[in-house]
């Protein structure tokens, strides 16, 4: 099986462990344009979060298969299998992995009519989209999870 070089760099022993024996949750960002994937990742870092970045879904998936994420952070719009695909073949693989879609399209009816015809409780996000707000999405839904608690918000 190959894995992207990055996700060897990005990945610590810690991070490879189940979910429920992590320090940090995982988070995969995809997204086929590499400056936001790595944009969303260093976020989720600087946040205490262990972010893995894929460039396709293809990849991810492949991910997912060995790095159950927590969370999985997708652009939709995405040559090959297109993030909502990925989503749902990642949350079959890994039940209680908790989604976050997003698009630079800001026409989502047809999109939340899928999530729903699906059955599944995916978010979804307009690019671009503040830091503050998607740490709060992110952090939000890890909540639900349960056993996470986000770092303190730091003020000057």
């Known amino acids: 099986m190959h ?3 990055v996700l060897l760099e990005e990945a610590s022993q810690d991070d490879m462990t189940t979910g429920a024996d992590r320090q940090h949750p995982v988070v995969l960002v ?3 344009e590499p400056i936001i994937a790595e944009t969303l990742a260093a976020i ?3 946040s205490g979060l262990a972010a893995i970045t894929a460039l396709n879904g293809a990849d991810a998936l492949e991910i997912s298969k060995v790095i159950p994420p927590e969370m999985l952070i997708t652009d939709l719009a995405m040559p090959g299998l297109s993030g909502f695909d990925l989503a749902l073949q990642v949350t079959e693989a ?3 992995c908790e989604v976050i879609l997003f698009s630079g399209q800001t026409s ?3 999109l939340l009519q899928a999530i729903q015809d699906a059955g599944r409780n995916f978010v979804t996000l307009v690019k671009p ?3 503050k707000d998607l740490l709060a999405r992110v952090f939000e839904r890890l909540a639900l999870r349960g056993g996470f608690v986000p770092p303190p918000v730091s003020r000057p």
């Open 3 to 5: 894995f992207p070089t």
């Open 30 to 32: 995809v997204d086929d």
């Open 44 to 46: 989720l870092r600087h």
């Open 94 to 96: 890994v039940p209680d």
């Open 108 to 110: 989502t009816g047809e």
């Open 129 to 131: 989209v503040h830091p």
